[in-house]
């Protein structure tokens, strides 16, 4: 019997180590996935600025090749960038989705250069380096864009916040039931584990949601003026 109770305690510590161990392994292999997700959407996001595949340039062909590229691309009026206000992060997606809800004309989808010109129209900048970059990554991470099935196309998913309710209903459902549960000393750590995925995923689609409904508010809210108008 006191061998069994010390091979029995044994067994209990060298549990908790694995479980330990599990966990720590689990943070890394989530933190590997993010990084591996953003360089995908990175590589996207470069991919559509590249466009087609390109002929090699000579070095000293580079920086001819470079202002050629600079003066294709679109450009605010540099006389007065200094007056707009320069957008960062997720406020210039918004401001990019509201631009386009904004025009006279409804456009759902947009090639992301001429969209980048409206956002300027509009009044704004992009703060960075390469604000088209910049522009692209924002817009790729909108709640209420999606690429479209044309290269370099983005369109607006007007039925987005009734997706994410329903992702979020799922997610919502899979937390009670792991809660819930009542798993073995062996399974703690991995029902710990998923109930942290779960909380990290279901605080992301509420930050969705959150902004969805808060660009497409406005945008509802300027129909039922304009129809409101158009009654009287």
Not at 20 to 41: G, N, P
Not at 58 to 83: F, I, N, Y
Not at 100 to 108: A, F, K, T, V
Request: aromatic share 2%; net charge neutral; hydrophobic share 40%.
């Amino acid at each position: 019997m006191r061998a069994a109770v010390a091979e029995q305690a044994d067994l209990a510590r060298h549990r908790e180590r694995l479980t330990r161990e599990r966990e720590r392994l689990t943070r890394e292999l989530r933190q590997v996935d993010d990084a591996l997700a953003a360089t995908e959407r990175r590589l996207e996001v470069l991919a559509e600025l590249a466009g087609p595949t390109r002929p090699s340039v000579h070095p000293e062909l580079g920086s001819a090749t470079r202002q050629a590229e600079a003066d294709a691309a679109p450009t605010a009026a540099p006389a007065d960038d200094e007056a707009r206000p320069a957008l960062r992060g997720p406020a210039i997606r918004e401001a990019a989705v509201r631009a386009l809800l904004s025009q006279p004309d409804r456009i759902d989808a947009l090639h992301y250069r001429r969209w980048y010109e409206l956002l300027i129209e509009a009044g704004f900048t992009v703060a960075g380096k390469d604000p088209v970059a910049v522009f692209l990554t924002q817009l790729s991470r909108s709640p209420l864009v999606r690429k479209a099935s044309t290269p370099g196309v983005y369109e607006i998913d007007r039925q987005a916040p009734l997706r994410i309710r329903h992702r979020l209903e799922r997610l919502q459902a899979e937390l009670r039931e792991v809660t819930v549960a009542a798993p073995g000393p062996v399974e703690l750590g991995t029902v710990r584990a998923r109930r942290h995925e779960l909380d990290l995923a279901i605080s992301q689609q509420e930050r969705a949601l959150e902004e969805a409904l808060r660009v497409l508010g406005d945008d509802e809210a300027g129909d039922r003026a304009a129809a409101a108008n158009a009654t009287r």
